[in-house]
């Protein structure tokens, strides 16, 4: 079965590398593009690989005109929830590639995606970021100490990244972790212990010289365990993911968090 798709952010580094990807299967059909520089050229020009006949547009608004089976937001986080409750309402499913959105955000979009029967799906598209949380999951389970920490070059906008965030909501799911002492009980500033989500502690570090790096470190008497994941240069580790999720995000209702879930049969 074929799946229409719109992407949105069709030019930019993880876009293009995954309009690129979508336009080489057979399956999956791109029907529309959103970059607002290259609007009015042709997608496939614009990516330097020749007229594909699919028209680059300004707004997601305007792509969603045209009938689609799922909407791929790679903007910003300023914009990416108000594109995809727009895609939700015409019934298109939202892979929200984009990070920085808040557990409150991804639980207005679930409510949304239930009720249309769609899905939503977000989470790092690398197979090997998949991993990494897939690992550090089982892990939490036999270790009862465990923290994260999130490395990214010094302008980041987001802290911490989305698979930062992601790890650690599902890391505090599995379990809380065990804290030796309150931080509420230290002399110093609190903040040094770095920022508590579900529970569970993460440190960002935001310096040139970084790419991407995320760490899931456990700890037991006389020692400790390290799960990380590092992103380099390329944007082609994301196309893999984008495919897939595309090719399964049909059979999904509501939201799906982490590339993980579907490859080892979660959702």
Same mark, same amino acid.
């Given at each position: 079965?074929t799946?229409?798709?719109?992407v949105a952010g @069709?030019?930019g580094? &993880?876009?293009a590398?995954? &309009? /690129?990807g979508i336009?080489?299967t057979?399956? #999956?059909i791109?029907?529309?593009?959103?970059a607002?520089? $290259? @609007?009015?050229?042709?997608?496939?020009?614009?990516?330097?690989?020749?007229?594909? *006949?699919? @028209?680059?547009v300004?707004?997601?608004?305007e792509?969603?005109? =045209?009938p689609?089976?799922?909407?791929?937001d790679?903007?910003?986080t300023s914009m990416?929830k108000?594109?995809?409750l727009?895609?939700?309402?015409?019934g298109v499913a939202?892979?929200v590639?984009?990070?920085?959105l808040?557990?409150?955000?991804?639980?207005? !979009?679930d409510?949304?995606?239930?009720?249309?029967?769609?899905?939503?799906f =977000?989470? /790092?598209?690398?197979?090997?970021?998949?991993l +990494?949380?897939h690992?550090? !999951?089982?892990a939490a389970?036999?270790v %009862?100490?465990?923290?994260v #920490?999130?490395?990214?070059?010094?302008?980041?906008?987001?802290?911490p990244s989305?698979t930062?965030?992601?790890?650690a909501e /599902?890391?505090g799911?599995?379990?809380q972790p065990?804290?030796a002492?309150?931080?509420a009980t230290?002399h *110093? %500033?609190v903040?040094?212990?770095?920022?508590?989500? /579900?529970?569970v502690r993460v440190?960002?570090?935001?310096m040139?010289?970084?790419? !991407?790096?995320c760490e899931?470190?456990?700890? +037991?008497?006389?020692e400790?365990?390290?799960i990380?994941?590092? $992103?380099?240069?390329?944007a082609?580790?994301y196309?893999?993911?984008?495919? !897939?999720? @595309?090719?399964?995000i *049909?059979?999904?209702t509501?939201?799906?968090?982490? #590339?993980d879930r579907l490859?080892f049969g979660d959702?």
């Amino acid at each position: 079965m074929t799946v229409r798709i719109i992407v949105a952010g @069709a030019t930019g580094w &993880t876009g293009a590398a995954v &309009t /690129n990807g979508i336009l080489d299967t057979e399956d #999956l059909i791109l029907v529309a593009a959103v970059a607002r520089r $290259a @609007a009015g050229d042709d997608i496939g020009t614009a990516l330097g690989r020749g007229a594909v *006949g699919v @028209a680059v547009v300004a707004s997601v608004d305007e792509a969603l005109e =045209t009938p689609a089976d799922l909407l791929i937001d790679l903007t910003t986080t300023s914009m990416v929830k108000e594109h995809a409750l727009s895609a939700i309402a015409k019934g298109v499913a939202v892979l929200v590639g984009t990070s920085g959105l808040s557990a409150q955000d991804f639980a207005d !979009l679930d409510v949304a995606a239930t009720a249309q029967g769609v899905g939503v799906f =977000t989470g /790092n598209l690398s197979l090997t970021a998949a991993l +990494m949380q897939h690992f550090a !999951l089982e892990a939490a389970k036999h270790v %009862p100490e465990f923290e994260v #920490l999130d490395y990214s070059w010094a302008d980041k906008e987001d802290v911490p990244s989305g698979t930062a965030r992601g790890l650690a909501e /599902n890391l505090g799911s599995v379990r809380q972790p065990l804290i030796a002492r309150d931080p509420a009980t230290l002399h *110093g %500033p609190v903040e040094g212990r770095g920022a508590e989500i /579900n529970g569970v502690r993460v440190h960002s570090l935001r310096m040139s010289g970084f790419t !991407l790096r995320c760490e899931a470190l456990f700890g +037991m008497a006389g020692e400790r365990l390290s799960i990380a994941h590092e $992103a380099g240069q390329s944007a082609d580790p994301y196309v893999y993911g984008s495919v !897939l999720v @595309a090719r399964r995000i *049909g059979s999904m209702t509501g939201l799906v968090h982490g #590339l993980d879930r579907l490859l080892f049969g979660d959702g």
